[in-house]
């Protein structure tokens, strides 16, 4: 039976699929992303290097990018990576019950990623160092796929004064995305994570800059401290971290710190609506040193 209930769902559907379309078209229309970022004196000479990356062929790509949405495989892709020379199903089921832990075995199997020995379990490609990688390509699909955006990750410039790699750089809607990606849990971010992430976004000046960790865990009890002390050091008057709801927060309606709780695609969602609804471009001063 039809009900009005259905008809909302299907119209919420529709209006999405219709805004993903206006942005791909948008984006069809406005400057590339590698001229965004020429344009800001950026010319990327290293981009998304395949040397952790567990990811399987490309048409089978499409449903590893849906298994990606769930946390629990994702953090079972974790334990598979960090017993990659050989492990049991036993020591890749903290995060799922047994027999969801088989099925995962059974499509790493599938896909050539795993392969099923005697006496366990291999990864069958490596050694791979981290999930770090793979979880950028998600990220960068996300956007892709759900936004309608070019997206490039693992990126690197040549810069004088801000090094290291850029997890995501993203386009939407004509504006410049950069998107800091963290597989460690909250315990395992350091200070120096936190100020190399703003001298980038400092440097890039992207329109949205995003912190997003892959954890369901709070982001209130460290993360947060951590960055308002980051902000002391910066600013004689420190702006606020205000939460965006549950564990979202933002700096000004531009600068972003986002956990995995719910979705990162509904988090990403909820972040590129608030900019819009809230403000069009970051000022080089938010995130400059005093």
């Known amino acids: 039976m039809f009900t009005e209930k259905t008809k909302t769902f299907n119209e919420l559907a529709f209006l999405r699929e219709e805004v993903k379309r206006l942005r791909k078209e948008l984006n069809r229309q406005t400057l590339g992303l590698d001229m965004l970022l020429r344009h800001r004196g950026f010319i990327i000479y290293r981009r998304e290097p395949a040397d952790d990356l567990l ?4 048409k089978f790509q499409q449903k590893f990018y849906e298994m990606l ?10 334990d598979v ?14 995060y799922a019950t047994p027999s969801i832990t088989k099925e995962y075995l059974d499509y790493l199997v599938s896909l050539k990623l795993v392969k099923k020995t005697e ?5 069958a490609r490596g050694p791979i160092r981290s999930f770090g990688e793979t979880l950028e390509w998600y990220v960068a699909e996300v956007f892709k796929r759900e936004f309608g955006s070019a997206a490039v990750w693992g990126v690197k410039f040549k810069r004088p004064r801000v090094g290291g790699d850029y997890d995501v750089i993203a386009k939407i809607d004509g504006a410049l995305v950069y998107v800091e990606v963290k597989s460690s849990p909250p315990k395992q971010i350091y200070d120096s994570e936190i100020t190399a992430f703003f001298d980038r976004v400092a440097d890039l000046a992207p329109a949205i800059a995003v912190f997003l960790m892959d954890t369901e865990l709070r982001m209130k009890d460290k993360l947060v401290p ?12 420190p702006p606020l971290i205000t939460r965006l ?17 719910e979705s990162i695609i509904g988090n990403i969602e909820q972040v590129v609506s608030w900019y819009y609804q809230h403000t069009a471009a970051l000022p080089r001063s938010m995130v400059s040193r005093s």
Do not use: W
């Not at 990811?55 to 490309?58: A, D, E, L, T, V």
């Open 81 to 94: 990576i960090k017993h990659q020379k050989l492990f049991t199903p036993e020591q890749v089921t903290r």
């Open 245 to 261: 709801e549950r564990e979202l927060f933002h700096i000004q309606d531009r600068i972003f710190l986002v956990n995995a709780k």
């Open 55 to 58: 990811i399987p062929q490309k």
């Open 119 to 123: 006496i366990g379990y291999v990864l």
């Open 226 to 237: 951590m960055f308002e002390a980051e902000l002391a050091r910066r600013f004689a008057y």
């Open 69 to 78: 949405h769930k946390y629990s495989f994702r953090l079972f892709l974790r």
